[in-house]
């Protein structure tokens, strides 16, 4: 007992002291905070100022001068006194200043983490805390708010509370008070406002950044000022018809064109300073925020976007264009256009595209044809581009459900190799290629590379994958394709180089981080083969908007099925970009469709010429040499036509026998370069690939019924590790007859070369100082001729011939010559 009155006295004791204690705490806080009878006694506030790479540009600067109009309660519109306290305090005309729970809450999550719990703070709270302290997040500045309120509910009516709240809240773009955001927002006195503007301008108190109407978070603003509404109908404010119609109305917003610069960009970065500091953090916090935007690079994407947007509106019906470049060597973003005009809200102009998921269309190929190349495939390893009809290939393993794919001209080409099937975007390989490499490999490699949005599973996308049928953001399409030009290497994407506090401490400072996430030498041949402007000319022509004379760019363009999407992505050793073309709302660009190399490259291709000046490229490192003939594997290797040797089991005896057929005959998919399969007719794709392999073979080779794919006869197995194969025909002969490597032309102008495939040639052309002047003449005897013109020659010339024969198979000879 006696123990018991001791511990009890104990108790006693540490409490008189702890409530001393407080009590001593509470009367030395009061007496350093400001009197809220003296309201217009503000905390001082310092602005957060965002600049360019240089540090000297200022692009934005959140929060700057308040700009407020005090208006008297009565002067409000009742609708938002309404919305303001179904959103925020609904019980705020019964408590004292405090929620008991909530505050208590509130306190011990300040205590735990260090942070603070949105939506629980009564109006009487959030003025004590906007109106007079600071950003700081502590127990004490908590015991500060918790004294401030006491004292403003003493000294003032509900009323004169609910007044000076709504003339110094936080709408965003600097204004306080809801006369300012009123007249900002909508061109009218706050006393005027109806439902809909009411519940919007309620919705932005919660964060009046991000929610922004002139943000990239118009979603996010309105499924807000739903709740609002909804919330007010809850409580009875407002009949349901009433809220309905408020829920259905469009509110006209008032146009802006704020001053500051890349509004995209400094909108991305202000999301992204979010993740680590709060909104009221930022607008009061003086920090300083050097980011990596290059305004030379900026200024050229505006400028560029602006003339390809007008001329897509008008002439293709695109409406909307984007572009986003990076330095590959660092990951940071040098400039960023998300729409056209950010400014014109009636065009969504605020809308980010580079944020958007979209669909890639053929631009994803890359990232495919590299996770086949892991698996041991090669761009001369060869499928066929071949249909039951000559243009739509099915791909289905069900009868009744179809997959039809055809290519982009729909034509087919019969063998070609992988070079050429990915620098020509052919779709009916691809779809092979991506089944052979495997749709949870290539998942994961765009995951290696930095792509988040593909999160189902592969039986949700299934063999379209490849040709765009996951939705992808430009922003990380670009960031993908600055792995190839790093040969492999990812570097994580950056928009901040350095945030500072307002005392100059370095908070966060930009370190190159790097991670080899693909093999340097398959990284090379996705650049060999992105850069080849000969593989290509097929689909592009000689002289399209991907190819630069003289440097070293890969490129890709993209354009989703029902022509939704234009892309077009492209890199050289020191820039990286991507331009997305297409409608908001996802409308068809044009009535019969247009491709990215219509709509998209175009503006790719004169931006990344004007960047050039900045950021010159420099030149692709070759894959290192290897010798394909020595690989074993029929197909693999580039050879199609196979002299195939057959063991009789019995006997010994040996058969040779000619034969083609589709690559799943010689590689299981699961090991593509291991054993051939014993039952090739067991994979479910192939039929759908053999059979039109087949008809493809009897209409293209000589004497095939009777000579290619005979059966052996009984007891005789196939015998899989001595395939002997016939190679390709061999690649164009070029022989410059006229003027020879070290001629002087004096006055003979004509060229003569002797041009000779045992295919026929398709096509031959000469560039005079790397500059395309055309096709060359064809004559008798194998000659093909040219008049060089004397106007475009110098004193020193570089002479190039490139040929192509009739199976897409190229060879180029150079010359230099004098005048």
Partial sequence: MKNLKNTIKIIIIIGIISLLGLGLMVLALSHNLPDPRNFQERKIVESTKIYDRTGKILL?????????????????????IKTTLAAEDHTFYEHHGFVFKSFVRALLNTLAYHKRLGGVSTITQQLARNAFLTTERSIIRKIKEAILTVQIERHYTKNQILEMYLNQVNFGYNNYGVEAASQYYFNKSAQNLDLAEAAYLTSLIQSPSYLSPYGSHRDELEARKNWVLSRTQILNYFPPEEVKKAQ??????ATKSFGFKAPHFVMYVRDLLYNTFSEEELEEGGYTIITTLDMNLQTIAEETVKKYGDYNEKNIGAKNLALLAEDPNTGQILAMVGSRDYWNLEKEGNVNATLSIRQPGSSFKPIVYATAFKKGLLPETVVFDTAL?????????????????TNYDSKTRGPVTLRQALAQSLNIPSVKVLYLAGIQNAIQTAKDFGITTLTEPPSHYGLSLVLGGGGVKLIEMVHAYTVFSQEGQFHPQTAILKIEDSKGNVLQDFTLETKQVIDPQIARMINSILSDNVSRASTFGWDNKLYFPGYDVAAKTGTDTEYRDAWTLGYTTSLAAGVWAG???????????????????????????KAFEFYPPGTFTDPLPYNVNQIPKPMVNGQYIVNQEYKNNNTGETKTIKEIHNILYYVNKDDLLGPSPQNPYSDPQFLNWETPVLLWAQSHIANFNSEYNINPGPDYVRVDSSNDVITFPDAPNINLVFPKNGDFLNNNLRLDAIITSSLGIKKAVLYLNQELLGDLAQGIDNHYYFDLPLNKLQEQNELKITAEDTSDQTATITAIVYK
């Fill in 60 to 80: 934005y600067e959140i929060h700057g001068e308040q700009k407020r109009t005090v208006i008297s309660l009565d002067k409000i519109s009742p609708y938002i």
């Fill in 248 to 253: 259905e109305e469009k509110v006209s917003w």
């Fill in 389 to 405: 009809n000559g243009v739509t290939a099915n791909f289905s393993t069900d009868p009744n459900k179809p997959y039809l794919v």
């Fill in 583 to 609: 409608n908001n709302d996802r409308s068809p660009v044009a009535p019969t469709g247009a491709p990215g190399a219509q709509v998209a490259a175009p503006c790719w291709h004169e931006f990344m010429a």
